[in-house]
């Protein structure tokens, strides 16, 4: 598990090397289009793809791959349009979300993007940091309900699924800022606050996933302590009223947090808030093996959703052809089903990253004797050749 280690330095370390593509993405392999000429005629969408920092730029551009491959299968073509964002956005224009940036994800039908952040901007002021760009840009694409599938491997069974709310909640609350106390000490403080609409909507996007799944749902809080979390809890069970079939269960955080590691299959859904989603993700990425395999969406109530692994930028194993493509892949079949309404291509993706799984090529995170050890662009390849191999099996 050495490697995986490294992912989870995620926005930290090392200073990285700016790298950028201001520019539509060119069209992809000559397969592709072989593929693409035995169906039926396209449907189009457009995708702003955001590499942004670290390993971003090497997991988008085999998810590019893929999309493309598994699109043409089903008749879609793909727009692709690359944009900065993140550090490498504030070394090229100074801002961390610059105004084209979000005006494309806006227009476009879905948003695919890799990581952001790194040592070089770790000291920024706030407004200048990487991390505000995705914050800008999540709450600019109004995506406040975030799905966190955690999956386990090897066979990759869905052990549970995680909501974490985005927009809202201690990242966004007002009062924040510095300053001064009472007796001229500096503080620095934060506000945690929650209004009844924006707990109502996560909650009911988790009431809905739940019933698809094993309609169980554990809303997780610290009721036991914050007010923001008293009234989260009350509104919780306000809409669960609407929801008599789904059983609702909750959950202190911290108690949440031990029983994802003593007994992860307890949980089936579980809904929380942002920061406690946060951190509870990454758990559960371990939980299920790497945090290099754990897609996600961010969806609001119209316009395009967001898609991006859970992972870091992983400065450390940046530009070494190290990084695990499969969470970004696994989110672009997220985006093909959640974003575009595209079940078939999704499930191609799906297939063909459990098969890649199942015939032993792992990349370093996942690594285990007996298994092939791979690099971020041979997985590509091999995920590739199993979308390749369902189009023979469909023939
Ligand atoms: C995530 C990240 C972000 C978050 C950071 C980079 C703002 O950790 O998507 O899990 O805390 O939401
Ligand atoms: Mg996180």
């Given at each position: 598990?050495?490697?995986?280690?490294?992912?989870?330095?995620?926005?930290?370390?090392?200073?990285?090397?700016?790298?950028?593509?201001?520019?539509p993405a060119s069209q992809k392999p000559?397969?592709i289009r072989?593929a693409a000429?035995?169906t039926?005629p396209s449907k189009r969408y457009s995708i702003t793809l955001l590499?942004?920092?670290?390993?971003?730029?090497?997991?988008i551009s085999v998810a590019k791959h893929v999309l493309n491959l598994a699109g043409s299968l089903e008749g879609i073509e793909f727009n692709f349009q690359e944009m900065?964002?993140?550090?490498?956005?504030?070394?090229?224009?100074?801002?961390?979300?610059?105004?084209?940036?979000?005006?494309a994800a806006?227009k476009s039908d879905a948003v695919l993007?890799?990581?952001?952040?790194?040592?070089?901007?770790?000291?920024?002021?706030?407004?200048?940091?990487?991390?505000?760009?995705?914050?800008?840009?999540?709450?600019?694409?109004?995506?406040?309900?975030?799905?966190?599938?955690?999956?386990?491997?090897?066979?990759?069974?869905?052990?549970?699924?995680?909501?974490?709310?985005?927009?809202?909640?201690?990242?966004?609350?007002?009062?924040?800022?510095?300053?001064?106390?009472?007796?001229?000490?500096?503080?620095?403080?934060?506000?945690?606050?929650?209004?009844?609409?924006?707990?109502?909507?996560?909650?009911?996007?988790?009431?809905?996933?739940?019933?698809?799944?094993?309609?169980?749902?554990?809303?997780?809080?610290?009721?036991?302590?914050?007010?923001?979390?008293?009234?989260?809890?009350?509104?919780?069970?306000?809409?669960?009223?609407?929801?008599?079939?789904?059983?609702?269960?909750?959950?202190?955080?911290?108690?949440?947090?031990?029983?994802?590691?003593?007994?992860?299959?307890?949980?089936?859904?579980?809904?929380?808030?942002?920061?406690?989603?946060?951190?509870?993700?990454?758990?559960?990425?371990?939980?299920?093996?790497?945090?290099?395999?754990?897609?996600?969406?961010?969806?609001?109530?119209?316009?395009p959703g967001?898609f991006?692994?859970?992972?870091?930028?992983?400065?450390?194993?940046?530009?070494?052809?190290?990084?695990?493509?499969?969470?970004t892949v696994?989110s672009s079949a997220?985006l093909l089903k959640?974003g575009l309404g595209e079940?078939n291509a999704a499930?191609r993706i799906?297939?063909?990253?459990?098969?890649?799984?199942?015939?032993?090529?792992?990349?370093?995170?996942?690594?285990?004797?007996?298994?092939?050890?791979?690099?971020?662009?041979?997985?590509?390849?091999?995920?590739l050749?199993?979308v390749?191999?369902?189009?023979?099996?469909?023939?």
């Amino acid at each position: 598990m050495a490697a995986s280690a490294s992912f989870m330095k995620i926005n930290v370390q090392h200073p990285i090397k700016p790298m950028f593509l201001l520019k539509p993405a060119s069209q992809k392999p000559s397969r592709i289009r072989c593929a693409a000429a035995t169906t039926k005629p396209s449907k189009r969408y457009s995708i702003t793809l955001l590499p942004g920092d670290g390993i971003g730029p090497e997991v988008i551009s085999v998810a590019k791959h893929v999309l493309n491959l598994a699109g043409s299968l089903e008749g879609i073509e793909f727009n692709f349009q690359e944009m900065p964002m993140g550090g490498s956005s504030l070394d090229l224009v100074g801002v961390p979300l610059p105004e084209e940036t979000l005006s494309a994800a806006k227009k476009s039908d879905a948003v695919l993007l890799g990581a952001i952040g790194g040592y070089k901007w770790d000291k920024n002021e706030k407004h200048l940091k990487p991390e505000t760009g995705l914050l800008q840009l999540r709450e600019g694409l109004q995506v406040f309900a975030n799905l966190r599938p955690a999956t386990v491997l090897p066979q990759l069974v869905d052990a549970s699924t995680l909501k974490k709310e985005l927009t809202g909640g201690i990242y966004f609350g007002k009062p924040r800022g510095f300053g001064t106390n009472e007796d001229g000490e500096e503080i620095g403080f934060n506000t945690e606050v929650y209004a009844t609409y924006e707990v109502d909507r996560i909650a009911r996007v988790a009431f809905e996933t739940a019933r698809k799944r094993h309609g169980k749902l554990c809303s997780v809080d610290k009721a036991n302590v914050l007010e923001a979390s008293m009234f989260w809890r009350k509104r919780v069970i306000a809409v669960a009223a609407e929801y008599p079939d789904v059983e609702l269960s909750h959950m202190y955080v911290d108690n949440a947090a031990m029983q994802l590691v003593r007994n992860p299959k307890q949980f089936d859904t579980i809904v929380t808030n942002n920061i406690f989603g946060d951190i509870l993700s990454d758990e559960a990425s371990m939980i299920t093996g790497s945090i290099g395999m754990l897609p996600s969406a961010s969806l609001g109530s119209s316009g395009p959703g967001l898609f991006e692994p859970i992972h870091g930028s992983a400065p450390d194993i940046a530009n070494q052809d190290k990084a695990n493509p499969l969470a970004t892949v696994l989110s672009s079949a997220m985006l093909l089903k959640y974003g575009l309404g595209e079940e078939n291509a999704a499930k191609r993706i799906e297939n063909a990253v459990l098969e890649t799984l199942n015939k032993g090529f792992r990349t370093g995170d996942i690594y285990s004797a007996g298994n092939k050890l791979v690099g971020c662009k041979e997985m590509g390849e091999e995920v590739l050749k199993s979308v390749d191999s369902q189009v023979a099996a469909a023939v």
